[in-house]
Protein backbone atom coordinates (compact mmCIF):
# COMPACT_ATOMS: atom_id res chain seq x y z
CA UNK A 1 0.00 0.00 0.00
CA UNK A 2 0.79 3.19 -0.51
CA UNK A 3 1.78 5.53 2.55
CA UNK A 4 0.20 8.87 2.75
CA UNK A 5 2.80 11.60 2.11
CA UNK A 6 2.91 15.37 3.44
CA UNK A 7 1.65 17.56 1.27
CA UNK A 8 4.50 20.08 1.27
CA UNK A 9 3.26 22.78 -0.97
CA UNK A 10 -0.80 23.52 -0.63
CA UNK A 11 -1.06 24.54 -3.33
CA UNK A 12 -4.12 23.19 -6.36
CA UNK A 13 -1.67 20.98 -7.61
CA UNK A 14 -1.23 19.16 -4.12
CA UNK A 15 -3.88 19.13 -3.17
CA UNK A 16 -6.37 16.55 -3.60
CA UNK A 17 -9.89 18.04 -3.86
CA UNK A 18 -12.62 17.36 -6.38
CA UNK A 19 -14.58 20.19 -7.11
CA UNK A 20 -17.27 21.45 -9.75
CA UNK A 21 -16.78 23.88 -11.93
CA UNK A 22 -18.94 27.13 -12.52
CA UNK A 23 -18.67 30.04 -14.27
CA UNK A 24 -18.97 33.13 -12.30
CA UNK A 25 -20.53 36.29 -14.26
CA UNK A 26 -20.98 39.53 -13.29
CA UNK A 27 -21.72 43.38 -14.70
CA UNK A 28 -20.48 46.28 -13.04
CA UNK A 29 -21.12 49.76 -14.88
CA UNK A 30 -21.36 48.01 -18.05
CA UNK A 31 -18.28 45.71 -17.55
CA UNK A 32 -18.88 42.26 -18.11
CA UNK A 33 -17.35 39.57 -17.09
CA UNK A 34 -17.10 35.66 -16.88
CA UNK A 35 -14.37 33.54 -14.55
CA UNK A 36 -14.44 29.98 -14.05
CA UNK A 37 -14.50 28.74 -10.10
CA UNK A 38 -14.62 24.91 -8.85
CA UNK A 39 -14.57 26.85 -5.13
CA UNK A 40 -17.90 27.77 -5.82
CA UNK A 41 -20.73 25.58 -3.39
CA UNK A 42 -23.75 25.86 -1.62
CA UNK A 43 -22.78 26.95 2.00
CA UNK A 44 -27.06 26.80 3.50
CA UNK A 45 -30.18 24.91 2.09
CA UNK A 46 -33.10 26.93 4.58
CA UNK A 47 -32.79 30.05 3.01
CA UNK A 48 -30.48 28.11 0.34
CA UNK A 49 -27.15 30.35 0.05
CA UNK A 50 -24.38 29.88 -2.68
CA UNK A 51 -20.95 30.72 -1.82
CA UNK A 52 -17.81 31.52 -4.29
CA UNK A 53 -14.25 32.08 -3.29
CA UNK A 54 -12.51 35.07 -5.86
CA UNK A 55 -9.11 35.58 -5.53
CA UNK A 56 -7.19 38.54 -5.01
CA UNK A 57 -5.55 38.89 -8.13
CA UNK A 58 -8.67 38.02 -10.08
CA UNK A 59 -10.11 40.78 -12.50
CA UNK A 60 -13.45 39.58 -11.17
CA UNK A 61 -12.84 40.63 -7.77
CA UNK A 62 -12.89 44.08 -7.79
CA UNK A 63 -16.09 44.05 -9.80
CA UNK A 64 -17.57 41.66 -7.42
CA UNK A 65 -16.26 43.70 -4.53
CA UNK A 66 -18.98 46.52 -5.96
CA UNK A 67 -21.64 44.18 -7.70
CA UNK A 68 -25.11 43.74 -6.05
CA UNK A 69 -25.64 40.45 -7.84
CA UNK A 70 -24.02 37.50 -9.98
CA UNK A 71 -24.68 34.79 -12.10
CA UNK A 72 -23.56 31.04 -11.26
CA UNK A 73 -23.66 28.88 -14.25
CA UNK A 74 -22.52 25.43 -13.30
CA UNK A 75 -21.03 23.58 -16.51
CA UNK A 76 -21.81 20.54 -18.34
CA UNK A 77 -19.96 17.71 -19.91
CA UNK A 78 -19.99 19.33 -23.45
CA UNK A 79 -18.52 22.49 -21.37
CA UNK A 80 -15.08 21.83 -20.24
CA UNK A 81 -13.50 24.54 -22.42
CA UNK A 82 -15.71 27.16 -21.57
CA UNK A 83 -14.15 26.19 -17.79
CA UNK A 84 -10.80 26.71 -19.87
CA UNK A 85 -11.26 29.55 -21.44
CA UNK A 86 -12.95 31.44 -18.42
CA UNK A 87 -10.25 30.10 -15.58
CA UNK A 88 -6.99 30.49 -18.02
CA UNK A 89 -7.77 34.03 -19.37
CA UNK A 90 -8.30 36.88 -17.65
CA UNK A 91 -11.15 40.07 -18.10
CA UNK A 92 -8.34 42.57 -17.51
CA UNK A 93 -6.57 41.18 -21.04
CA UNK A 94 -9.15 40.06 -23.25
CA UNK A 95 -13.57 40.00 -23.53
CA UNK A 96 -13.36 36.58 -23.02
CA UNK A 97 -17.05 36.33 -23.78
CA UNK A 98 -16.51 37.87 -27.62
CA UNK A 99 -13.09 35.96 -28.50
CA UNK A 100 -14.14 32.65 -27.13
CA UNK A 101 -17.66 33.17 -28.91
CA UNK A 102 -19.30 31.81 -25.12
CA UNK A 103 -22.07 30.97 -24.98
CA UNK A 104 -24.39 33.21 -23.09
CA UNK A 105 -27.99 34.09 -22.99
CA UNK A 106 -30.09 36.87 -20.40
CA UNK A 107 -30.88 36.80 -16.81
CA UNK A 108 -34.12 37.30 -15.43
CA UNK A 109 -33.19 39.47 -12.19
CA UNK A 110 -29.63 39.98 -12.53
CA UNK A 111 -27.78 42.10 -15.16
CA UNK A 112 -24.72 39.22 -15.63
CA UNK A 113 -25.41 37.29 -18.63
CA UNK A 114 -25.63 33.10 -17.81
CA UNK A 115 -23.84 30.38 -19.87
CA UNK A 116 -26.28 29.04 -22.56
CA UNK A 117 -26.82 25.12 -22.12
CA UNK A 118 -25.16 24.76 -18.57
CA UNK A 119 -26.10 22.52 -16.50
CA UNK A 120 -27.71 24.89 -13.87
CA UNK A 121 -27.95 28.33 -13.18
CA UNK A 122 -28.18 30.57 -10.55
CA UNK A 123 -29.31 34.21 -10.71
CA UNK A 124 -27.84 35.39 -6.97
CA UNK A 125 -27.98 38.87 -5.29
CA UNK A 126 -25.06 39.17 -2.99
CA UNK A 127 -25.93 38.51 0.85
CA UNK A 128 -22.28 38.74 2.73
CA UNK A 129 -18.35 39.58 1.93
CA UNK A 130 -15.58 38.22 3.79
CA UNK A 131 -12.19 38.19 2.86
CA UNK A 132 -10.21 34.72 4.12
CA UNK A 133 -6.59 35.53 3.22
CA UNK A 134 -5.96 35.31 -0.25
CA UNK A 135 -10.02 34.77 -1.16
CA UNK A 136 -12.89 36.47 -0.92
CA UNK A 137 -16.24 34.52 -0.02
CA UNK A 138 -19.23 36.16 -1.73
CA UNK A 139 -22.26 34.66 -0.39
CA UNK A 140 -25.44 34.72 -3.04
CA UNK A 141 -29.22 34.09 -2.34
CA UNK A 142 -30.64 32.79 -5.66
CA UNK A 143 -33.23 34.73 -7.31
CA UNK A 144 -33.74 31.92 -9.64
CA UNK A 145 -32.38 28.48 -9.89
CA UNK A 146 -32.89 26.56 -13.07
CA UNK A 147 -31.61 22.98 -13.93
CA UNK A 148 -31.52 20.97 -16.98
CA UNK A 149 -32.21 17.10 -15.99
CA UNK A 150 -30.48 16.07 -19.25
CA UNK A 151 -27.23 17.83 -18.68
CA UNK A 152 -24.49 16.52 -15.96
CA UNK A 153 -22.31 18.58 -14.26
CA UNK A 154 -18.58 18.48 -14.49
CA UNK A 155 -15.44 17.91 -12.25
CA UNK A 156 -12.20 19.12 -11.63
CA UNK A 157 -9.19 18.36 -9.87
CA UNK A 158 -5.79 19.21 -9.89
CA UNK A 159 -6.38 21.36 -13.20
CA UNK A 160 -8.31 18.55 -15.23
CA UNK A 161 -12.08 18.33 -16.22
CA UNK A 162 -13.78 14.75 -15.80
CA UNK A 163 -16.66 13.80 -16.18
CA UNK A 164 -18.65 11.60 -13.35
CA UNK A 165 -17.55 8.36 -13.39
CA UNK A 166 -18.77 4.73 -11.89
CA UNK A 167 -21.02 5.02 -8.90
CA UNK A 168 -19.29 3.38 -5.86
CA UNK A 169 -21.80 1.37 -4.03
CA UNK A 170 -22.07 1.08 -0.28
CA UNK A 171 -23.60 -1.42 1.79
CA UNK A 172 -25.80 -0.23 3.83
CA UNK A 173 -26.63 -3.03 5.74
CA UNK A 174 -23.09 -3.63 6.97
CA UNK A 175 -23.26 -0.14 8.44
CA UNK A 176 -26.61 -1.08 9.92
CA UNK A 177 -24.95 -4.63 11.53
CA UNK A 178 -21.75 -2.78 12.79
CA UNK A 179 -24.27 -0.44 14.57
CA UNK A 180 -26.44 -3.21 16.39
CA UNK A 181 -23.61 -4.95 17.28
CA UNK A 182 -21.82 -2.13 19.20
CA UNK A 183 -24.92 -1.23 20.49
CA UNK A 184 -24.65 -4.98 22.22
CA UNK A 185 -21.13 -4.59 23.05
C1 LIG B 1 -11.51 25.12 -13.60
C2 LIG B 1 -10.98 26.34 -12.90
C3 LIG B 1 -11.47 26.68 -11.65
C4 LIG B 1 -11.03 27.85 -11.00
N1 LIG B 1 -11.55 28.16 -9.78
C5 LIG B 1 -11.25 29.34 -9.20
C6 LIG B 1 -11.90 29.73 -8.00
O1 LIG B 1 -12.72 29.02 -7.43
N2 LIG B 1 -11.58 30.95 -7.49
C7 LIG B 1 -10.69 31.79 -8.09
O2 LIG B 1 -10.44 32.88 -7.58
N3 LIG B 1 -10.04 31.43 -9.24
C8 LIG B 1 -10.33 30.24 -9.81
N4 LIG B 1 -9.73 29.88 -10.98
C9 LIG B 1 -8.79 30.80 -11.61
C10 LIG B 1 -9.52 31.92 -12.36
O3 LIG B 1 -10.65 31.43 -13.07
C11 LIG B 1 -8.55 32.57 -13.36
O4 LIG B 1 -7.50 33.19 -12.64
C12 LIG B 1 -9.21 33.54 -14.30
O5 LIG B 1 -8.32 33.85 -15.33
C13 LIG B 1 -9.67 34.80 -13.60
O6 LIG B 1 -10.39 35.56 -14.53
P1 LIG B 1 -10.57 37.14 -14.38
O7 LIG B 1 -9.19 37.73 -14.17
O8 LIG B 1 -11.21 37.57 -15.66
O9 LIG B 1 -11.43 37.36 -13.17
C14 LIG B 1 -10.08 28.69 -11.62
C15 LIG B 1 -9.56 28.32 -12.86
C16 LIG B 1 -9.99 27.15 -13.50
C17 LIG B 1 -9.44 26.76 -14.84
Redesign the pocket.
Given at each position: MCPMQPLAQLDREAWRFI?S?SVITVCVDGVV????????APVSLKPPLIG????E?????PLIERAATFGVSLLAEDQAWI??A???????AVN?IEAFRIPIEPAHYIEAPLIAGAAAQFECRVVDRRAYGS?LLVVGEPLRAVGNPAKRAIA?SR?R?YALGTEIPVDESVLEAQLLEGERR
Open positions: NVNAMSAEWCVFVGERFTRGRCGRYSGRKHYGF
